[in-house]
C-alpha cells in the first residue's frame, strides 16, 4: 500500500507559478511510476504529467508542455510538479497518483491522493 498526500495548491494569478508537492509513505517511490492529474469542475479527471520509474523518463498532456515539469526526489520519497506560466484554464483540483507504468490514462495507476486545489485568475 502507498499513502499519498500532495500539498501547494492555492489561488495565484495568470502568469504566476506554483509548485506541487506529493510524499509517499508506506512504500517507497522508486518501485512506482508517478503522475499528476487534474479534475476541473463539471469535466472528467485528465492526465498532467507522469515520470517512469527507473530512468524517471518524463510525458506531458501538450497543453502543459514547456510550462508544466514533473520531478521526483527519492530521498525524501516526494513527487513535485512546477508549474510555470499558469493560465486560467489550469484551474483545477490536482492529483497524485502511483502505477506500475508511466501512462497517460488513470487505469495505469492504482493509489491516488486526495487531490490539491489549484485556480489562477485572469
Known amino acids: 500500500q502507498v499513502q499519498l498526500v500532495e500539498s501547494g495548491g492555492g489561488l495565484v494569478q495568470a502568469g504566476g507559478s506554483l509548485m506541487l508537492s506529493c510524499v509517499a509513505s508506506?512504500?517507497?517511490?522508486?518501485?512506482?511510476?508517478m503522475g499528476w492529474f487534474r479534475q476541473a469542475p463539471g469535466k472528467a479527471r485528465e492526465f498532467v504529467a507522469t515520470?517512469?520509474?527507473?530512468?524517471?523518463?518524463?510525458w506531458y498532456e501538450d497543453s502543459v508542455k514547456g510550462r508544466f515539469t514533473i520531478s521526483r526526489d527519492r530521498a525524501d520519497n516526494t513527487v513535485y510538479l512546477q508549474m510555470n506560466s499558469l493560465k486560467p484554464e489550469d484551474t483545477a483540483v490536482y492529483y497524485c497518483?502511483?502505477?506500475?507504468?508511466?501512462?497517460?490514462?488513470?487505469?495505469?495507476?492504482?493509489?491516488w491522493g486526495q487531490g490539491t486545489q489549484v485556480t489562477v485568475s485572469s
Open positions: 515520470i517512469s520509474r527507473g530512468v524517471g523518463s518524463t
Open positions: 497518483a502511483a502505477g506500475s507504468v508511466a501512462v497517460g490514462e488513470e487505469r495505469g495507476y492504482d493509489y
Open positions: 508506506g512504500r517507497t517511490i522508486s518501485g512506482y511510476a
